[in-house]
């Protein structure tokens, strides 16, 4: 939970933002699904 966030905001590249978006969104389906 608290491990995604530093990373995502540590990275600023295009491809690391990608990825972090899609770690949000994976989490929050994850979050609704359980």
């Known amino acids: 939970m608290s491990v995604t966030e530093p ?3 540590h990275t600023h590249t295009r491809s690391s933002h990608v990825l972090g978006f899609f ?8 979050v609704e699904d359980s």
């Open 23 to 30: 770690l949000v969104l994976f989490r929050d389906i994850c």
């Open 7 to 9: 990373v995502i905001l």
